[in-house]
């Protein structure tokens, strides 16, 4: 079983800056996505970037230029650098990665972290 936990999250002005992280702990054999979605209230969840092993990422046309994804393969750690924040990017922010767990006999796995909030308010 893989678990994701977010840190970063928190209340900001227009035009301020957050990261998030999202760390992924438990049997991964190995990783092939991570990437961040967000949710808000009465609307569906969608994607915001996305990132695969070799690198290459992609954006929601709403963030582009604005944010940045990366990761850290050694630490199973996803990041999202959010610039230039605006009122409409308010949300919860989910964390997702899928790839192969478990040791002795890997399988594909897709797991969800628990959330965390963003609000853009002046």
């Known amino acids: 079983h893989v678990q994701l936990v977010e840190s970063g999250g928190g209340l900001v002005q227009p035009g301020g800056s957050l990261r998030l992280s999202c760390a992924a702990s438990g049997s991964i054999f190995s990783i092939n996505a991570m990437g961040w979605y967000r949710q808000a209230p009465g609307k569906q969840r969608d994607l915001v970037a996305r990132i695969i092993l070799d690198g290459s990422t992609n954006y929601a046309d709403s963030v582009k230029g604005r944010f940045t994804i990366s990761r850290d393969n050694a630490k199973n750690t996803v990041y999202l650098q959010m610039n230039s924040l605006k009122l409409e990017d308010t949300a919860v922010y989910y964390c997702?990665?899928?790839?192969?767990?478990?040791?002795?006999?890997?399988?594909?796995?897709?797991?969800w972290g628990q959330g965390t909030q963003v609000t853009v308010s002046s």
């Open positions: 997702y990665a899928d790839g192969l767990g478990g040791y002795t006999d890997p399988r594909p796995f897709a797991s």
